[in-house]
């Protein structure tokens, strides 16, 4: 079976998280703002009111994200649906723009700021050359997706039934796809089960890059 997972947002934890995938060879994308990384890394906000969120600095995402895919969240991860059309196509198109500028490589892959999106907002994803854009909706099967603009995955990587959903998509032989953020691993115990994941699921299947299942 296939494998894929993608993570939200840029966060310094990204670092501890990539360790982890290059130690069982696993793949996996990032989903930035380009324009909320700053020269120096910068605190945004605090997770759950005591963890102190960090975005890398602009300067080390190349090194950071080295061998795994970058994709686009747009520029400042506004509220998509709350805000001007021509405003939110103007952050889906030159979120992908200076993020192609910065890594040199075609990005295909969206997601979409707090999951929202309605049809104009994603005409304006297609319409800016992303080949799929992922919700925050679960489903049981990622494919056929009727919309790659609608594309959802088959849960957080938090979710308590994680392994029931991928067994389910074991028994089809079918891609299990799960996302997150970073800064929602906490606690030593909280890596220790990340890792543990990782560590199973690469026994089980093969990891494959997001665009790939999209060809
Ligand atoms: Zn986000």
């Known amino acids: 079976m296939k494998l894929a997972q993608c993570w939200d947002d840029g966060n310094v934890d990204d670092i501890r998280l990539i ?3 290059r130690k069982y060879q696993a793949k996996a994308s990032f989903n930035l703002n380009f324009d909320l990384h700053a020269e120096e890394r910068r605190c945004g906000w605090k997770y759950r009111g005591t ?4 975005k890398l600095a ?11 895919l970058v994709a686009n969240h747009t520029l400042t991860h506004p ?16 979120g992908r723009e200076k993020i192609e500028q910065h890594f040199g490589y075609a990005v295909k892959g969206f997601a979409y700021p707090f999951g929202e999106y309605n049809p104009a907002v994603q005409e304006a994803v297609r319409a800016s050359g992303h080949v799929y854009a992922r ?15 609608a594309f959802h995955a088959n849960c957080h990587f938090l979710a ?23 800064y929602e691993i906490i606690t030593e115990d909280d890596w ?5 994941k990782i560590a199973r699921l690469s026994r089980e299947g093969e990891w494959v890059n997001l665009p790939d299942l999209f060809v």
């Open 19 to 21: 360790e982890i995938l």
């Open 192 to 196: 220790k089960n990340y890792e543990d």
């Open 135 to 149: 919700t925050v909706v679960s489903v049981p099967e990622i494919f056929p997706s009727l919309d790659p603009t």
């Open 58 to 68: 602009k300067g080390e995402l190349k090194s950071v994200y080295e061998g795994f």
């Open 51 to 54: 963890k102190e969120v960090f």
């Open 79 to 94: 509220h998509l649906t709350q805000i001007p059309i021509e405003q939110a196509a103007r952050e889906i198109r030159e």
């Open 160 to 182: 308590p039934d994680f392994w029931e959903k991928f067994e389910h998509v074991k028994s089809g032989n079918g891609t299990f796809y799960f996302w997150g953020h970073s």
